[in-house]
């Protein structure tokens, strides 16, 4: 395929990258509810924000919310002004976000390695599972990302120039500090500093001390700005607390997310199927590798490693930390897919061997978790199943359809006619392997999720929906949660806050407290112990492992006989 792109054709191919994007992104974005705890947590804050109409502050429940800055979630509550209140609109930011990384990735692509790559770029992206995966979601991380690769750019794009964007560096790594916080800056800093370590061994680069002073002054001016004008309102609050927050993650298991050093490997290996596994031969240099190529190749290797190995040393690891990775971990094996296309580097007997028994692996479960719910009662009958919550989740009744299992046999039909085709057509064997993957993720989220979902939160989804505009308190007890108050749309004057209740004493109030209204809480089964012999609760019923609890008050409580 030819480097060389007229206008009308680069039209035509942009054209058709917004098609695919908005053909697998946005269909069914609402079609299953939103989970726990981050996908809830920040749609809540939105739907807050428009509630109180107060868009200068995070809140949960009514209380300051510290953990985040705003930019997401005023992206999305523009979206529920738009959508209403609902799943589609807290997830459609992102799958708009997906787009843009597509089109990205095409444009800088184009520039770095001609019109092959920028297309192949997108095409492994959209076809690599978790960053598909999360183009559908409602977390913070895919625009966190795109701002902080949008930074690295400009740096990159400065030196293959030879002039430098310090400024437009530090506007995007701007924009990724008011997306998640200070972490935004720090990576691009750090991956500049190892970067420059890197070249400085070969080329003698001098340190580029004056554009990082002004990446960073230009990307603590947008925060700044807006933590001035929180500031006077109510203090540093924010910002001490946000630093705090920063702290623990680093050196604590936040939330029980404490998990081995090689956590996120390990979840790159299998999580990013199958652009990982041709990573590694894009890590190394190519015989016909120009200036500019090597250039690209070291920064996406610097940036990937930073990353990788930033979040595998803090203590808290959750799945999306490492989620930074995806943009370089899909241009390297983009390099290295190109490289086979053209017949300068083979597929070779260990890197298909490699993609088959993850492909295999991938295949299985996603065909083995639908049929073990489907087939509940054999899965109940197991002597080893024993978690109360399982068995009672287990047993709810969930109409399927009866092929959902079958989804995930899209996975194995593209990974064998990949490996077929690979003979012939290189080009074609990709589009099949990374297509099929496409494919799976766009079928399974609308088909197989909700069904499991219903499993897993359902119950307890379905009680808050339930009892949403009614005058009553509620209160998830022992488990941390955010769903009663998005699922229930929770006013402000069943909050604490507008009782003027200390965060700590709200549940002891709602237990024992001189309640105004009728109160109700859930459990997970598995805690009961810890609830069913409190003397002002009465369990109302059990549904899907989940037990629901009402305040009974001293005026419905036995009395004593009196003669």
């Not at 490996?419 to 589009?431: D, K, P």
């Amino acid at each position: 395929m030819s480097n060389a792109t007229t206008t009308p054709d680069l039209w035509r191919q942009r054209i058709l990258i917004i098609a695919v994007g908005l053909i697998f992104f946005i269909p069914f974005l609402g079609s299953v509810r939103l989970f726990d705890w981050d996908e809830i947590n920040f749609a809540e804050c939105a739907r807050e924000m428009i509630v109180t109409g107060d868009y200068l502050h995070m809140q949960i429940d009514y209380r300051p919310f510290t953990e985040k800055p705003p930019l997401f979630v005023w992206c999305q509550a523009a979206s529920m002004h738009l959508f209403g209140i609902n799943e589609f609109a807290a997830r459609l930011p992102n799958a708009i976000v997906g787009i843009i990384t597509l089109l990205v990735l095409h444009h800088i692509g184009r520039r770095v390695r001609g019109n092959e790559f920028g297309l192949l770029w997108p095409m492994i992206y959209l076809g690599t599972l978790l960053p598909h995966f999360y183009a559908r979601s409602g977390i913070i991380d895919p625009l966190f990302n795109l701002f902080i690769f949008l930074s690295v750019w400009q740096i990159i794009r400065g030196e293959m120039d030879g002039k430098g964007r310090p400024l437009q560096a530090g506007l995007y790594a701007g924009l990724a500090v008011m997306t998640k916080g200070p972490v935004g800056l720090g990576l691009v800093v750090l991956t500049t500093l190892v970067t420059w370590v890197w070249q400085r061994r070969r080329a003698h680069a001098a340190f580029p001390a004056r554009n990082l002073l002004v990446i960073i002054l230009v990307a603590m001016s947008l925060p700044a700005f807006w933590l001035g004008i929180d500031a006077m309102q109510n203090g540093p609050r924010f910002l001490v607390e946000n630093l705090a927050y920063q702290w623990r993650l680093l050196t604590t298991g936040e939330a029980g997310h404490a998990q081995p050093w090689y956590y996120h490997s390990v979840i790159l290996l299998i999580g990013c199927y199958p652009a990982s596994l041709f990573l590694f031969r894009g890590l190394s240099s190519a015989h016909d590798e120009d200036d500019t190529h090597r250039a690209m190749r070291r920064w996406m290797t610097v940036l990937f490693f930073v990353v990788l190995v930033v979040f595998s040393a803090v203590t808290t690891k959750i799945v999306h930390y490492s989620s930074m990775t995806y943009i370089p971990l899909t241009y390297l094996a983009a390099t290295q897919i190109q490289a086979m296309i053209r017949g300068t580097r083979a597929w070779g007997r260990g890197l298909k061997t490699s993609v088959l028994i993850i492909g295999l692996v991938l295949t299985s479960v996603s065909v083995i978790v639908p049929w073990a719910f489907m087939n509940s009662e054999w899965m109940l009958s197991l002597p080893s199943f024993r978690d109360a919550f399982l068995r009672q989740a287990m047993s709810r009744k969930v109409e399927w359809i009866g092929i959902e299992h079958l989804v995930g046999l899209i996975l194995l039909l593209g990974l064998i006619s990949a490996l077929i085709i690979s003979r012939r057509s290189m080009r074609s064997a990709m589009i099949l392997l990374f297509g099929s993957v496409a494919m799976f993720i766009a079928v399974f989220l609308p088909l197989v999720a909700p069904r499991i979902e219903a499993y897993s939160q359902g119950a307890a989804l379905d009680y808050y929906t339930s009892i949403r505009g009614k005058d009553v308190y509620t209160k998830p007890l022992t488990m941390k949660s955010y769903a009663h108050l998005f699922y229930t749309q929770k006013p402000f004057h069943l909050s604490s806050a507008a009782k003027g209740i200390a965060v700590d004493a709200w549940e002891p109030w709602l237990i024992s407290g001189d309640i105004d209204r009728p109160a109700t809480f859930i459990c997970r089964v598995n805690d009961a112990a810890n609830w069913s012999g409190v003397a002002t609760l009465r369990e109302k019923y059990r549904d899907g492992g989940f037990i629901i609890y009402e305040r009974i008050t001293s005026s419905a409580r036995p009395q004593p006989h009196t003669p």
